[in-house]
């Protein structure tokens, strides 16, 4: 079973998920904490989580496919930034949430 660490939640192939949340910052950590694959395809959004987490998370902007029984820890912003300030991110003043997506099974 992997841990992926997304900027945002996909569904990357058919299946049946459960996303449920919100997750605190310590739900985060402690998830995190055995091991992940960040997803996290923002410089600054990675930096950000780095330091709210005290967990190194790796910019890497790469695609993910879940199989049945991955987990993955979403960072969800709670409004749509403009493109201008996505690379001047400065997420301590953006409201944010995280949540919990499991691939269940593949949908049959």
């Not at 449920?20 to 923002?42: D, Q």
């Not at 987490?53 to 029984?69: D, H, K, L, N, V």
């Not at 995280?98 to 593949?106: A, I, K, S, Y």
Request: charged content about 20%; proline content about 4%.
């Amino acid at each position: 079973m992997a841990v992926f660490l997304l900027n945002s939640s996909v569904l990357t192939t058919f299946g049946r998920y459960h996303y449920t949340g919100p997750l605190t910052v310590p739900e985060v950590k402690n998830k995190l904490s055995h091991g992940f694959v960040s997803a996290i395809g923002h410089e600054n959004t990675a930096k950000f989580l780095t330091q709210l987490t005290g967990i190194s998370i790796p910019y890497q902007r790469i695609a993910i496919e879940m199989a049945i029984g991955d987990q993955a820890v979403v960072f969800d912003l709670k409004t749509r930034l403009p493109q201008e300030d996505m690379m001047s991110l400065q997420l301590e003043n953006v409201s944010f949430q995280f949540g919990l997506l499991v691939r269940e099974d593949d949908g049959e």
